[in-house]
């Protein structure tokens, strides 16, 4: 494509992209490893199946039934009342992501992140014409909250991005340091402020969500890709100030998300208590993974997600290469002397600590 007339920042760049590999045991992209269960997979085809019937007309495009349910879900399991108004949601929370620097990044503007982190912020906020800034963490991947409100006094970002738990390392923040950095980012300018809460069913603590009380910038991000098992549906959402959600209707696309999309949503949010339960599994695989990994002699980042950030390796590629050639694959994120493991079914996840067991024999 270097003929096409595209955009310099887009020049020579690559497109985001975990290797897709047919390997036995696939765990480097945070996926929920238990299929939808059979009484959901039937009530997703009867929904459908009426939203079928109706597929000559567009969709709601306020998608009001499902962000009903999504504030009664937030309302249910955040411990802060959240309503329709409150609530918006889009084709996965990265659509969220980027409606939310279409209306408030953008050219002449800049974000900034807490790096290593979700990776897809500062590819977002390239896509949005949005300046991109890395700003720094402590060694044991905590946000480094004085030189974060250094960084957002001197650069005056647009949008804060905060992750909770964060992309790769499992980190959870706190609260206090959201309210620190909301502070600090007012002060500068003011901006918006998002909490990433991607993976924030995972978390030993509770959500951040109501902190959006009384702070008219700050949003939440969350999305189904992960503890509804929902990856392929393709539905994130954000809870914030009615406002927020007035100004990303300005750059959404109308009808953005689909009937068929709205339809499956729905459905899943009928089986949150069943789907919450493969939640509190899988938080028990994150741990046993956590304290096998100690054991076998890896330095372990402590996780509140759905996966865990081990090493430290000499040449942390060539520890993945190991690993694959195993029959296992996980994430190199790029995060030095480190790799990322998903937490799986029981048994992944002994076949994973089994090779890495013997790894760590190898080059002991
Ligand atoms: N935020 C974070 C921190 C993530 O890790 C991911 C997915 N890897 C997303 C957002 C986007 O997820 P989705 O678009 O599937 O909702």
């Known amino acids: 494509m270097d003929d096409l007339p595209i955009r310099d920042e887009l020049r020579g760049k690559s497109p985001y992209g975990a290797p897709q590999l047919d390997v036995p045991v696939r765990l480097n992209t945070n996926e929920n490893p238990y299929p939808l269960p059979e009484p959901l997979v039937q009530r997703i085809a009867e929904r459908v199946r009426d939203a079928a019937r109706e597929l000559n007309r567009y969709p709601d495009r306020d998608a009001v039934e499902l962000r009903t349910e999504l504030a009664k879900y937030l309302t249910r399991t955040c411990g802060h009342e959240v309503a329709l108004e409150q609530v918006w949601a889009a084709n996965g929370s990265n659509e969220v992501l980027q409606q939310l620097l279409q209306a408030f990044g953008g050219p002449g503007r800049t974000a900034i992140g807490f790096e290593p982190s979700y990776s897809m912020h500062a590819l977002i906020s390239r896509g949005t014409g949005t300046g991109w800034l890395s700003g720094p963490r402590n060694t044991d991947f905590t946000i480094d909250v004085g030189a974060a409100e250094a960084a957002i006094a001197e650069h005056r970002p647009?949008?804060?991005?905060?992750?909770?738990?964060?992309?790769?390392?499992?980190?959870?923040?706190?609260?206090?340091?959201?309210?620190?950095?909301?502070?600090?980012?007012?002060?500068?300018?003011?901006?918006?402020?998002?909490?990433?809460?991607?993976?924030?069913?995972?978390?030993?603590?509770?959500?951040?969500?109501?902190?959006?009380e009384g702070r008219r910038h700050l949003v939440v991000s969350r999305t189904m890709s992960k503890a509804f098992g929902a990856a392929g549906l393709r539905l994130g959402y954000l809870a914030a100030h009615p406002a927020v959600v007035d100004a990303v209707q300005l750059v959404r696309l109308p009808y953005h998300l689909s009937a068929v999309t709205q339809a499956t949503a729905l459905a899943a949010l009928e089986h949150t208590d069943t789907l919450l339960g493969y939640v509190d599994q899988l938080k028990a695989e994150r741990d046993r993974i956590v304290t096998e990994l100690r054991a076998a002699g890896c330095e372990v980042t402590d996780s509140d997600a759905n996966f865990v950030q081990f090493g430290r390796f000499d040449d942390a590629h060539a520890a993945w290469q190991q690993l694959l050639d195993r029959g296992v694959l996980v994430r190199d994120n790029g995060v030095p002397g480190h790799l990322r493991v998903t937490a799986g079914t029981p048994a992944e996840n002994d076949a994973f600590l089994d090779a890495v067991r013997e790894l760590m024999k190898e080059n002991a």
């Not at 647009?158 to 959201?178: C, E, K, L, M």
């Not at 918006?192 to 109501?210: I, K, N, Q, T």
């Open 158 to 212: 647009d949008v804060v991005f905060i992750t909770s738990p964060n992309n790769p390392t499992g980190t959870a923040v706190d609260a206090a340091t959201v309210r620190r950095l909301y502070d600090a980012a007012q002060a500068a300018k003011p901006s918006m402020v998002v909490v990433d809460e991607a993976y924030g069913e995972f978390s030993h603590h509770p959500s951040l969500l109501p902190l959006i």
